[in-house]
């Protein structure tokens, strides 16, 4: 069993910055691929970023460029920097572990972006 909390949202202006983050609990982050998911009012989710053991990074077409998945082996947490925040960037944000063929997400943390 792990669990997963992210932090790190809030209230944030167009153009401006974030950062989230997720510490992962019953297992060695290092292990796993590593998940970030957004999801808005009446939308899907959709998946945002991801990250390998070997910190091989991809991202979603919608903030490629804006935003860096990076991970702290030490402090077994994954993070998301967002940038030049948009207003379609508000959504809900989850983090997700590969946890052996096995997504499990955490419970979130609310960005809003707003003038």
């Known amino acids: 069993q792990v669990q997963l909390v992210e932090s790190g949202g809030g209230l944030v202006q167009p153009g401006g910055s974030l950062n989230l983050s997720c510490v992962l609990s019953?297992?060695?982050?290092?292990?796993?691929?590593m998940y970030w998911y957004r999801q808005a009012p009446g939308r899907q989710r959709e998946w945002v970023a991801y990250?390998?053991?070997?910190?091989?990074?991809q991202y979603a077409e919608s903030v490629e460029g804006r935003a860096t998945i990076s991970r702290d082996n030490e402090k077994n947490t994954v993070y998301l920097q967002m940038n030049s925040l948009k207003l379609e960037d508000t959504a809900e944000y989850f983090c997700g572990v590969d946890f052996y063929g096995t997504i499990q997400r955490g419970q979130g943390t609310q960005v809003t972006v707003s003038s």
């Open positions: 990250i390998t053991p070997t910190e091989i990074t």
């Open positions: 019953g297992s060695i982050i290092a292990r796993h691929h």
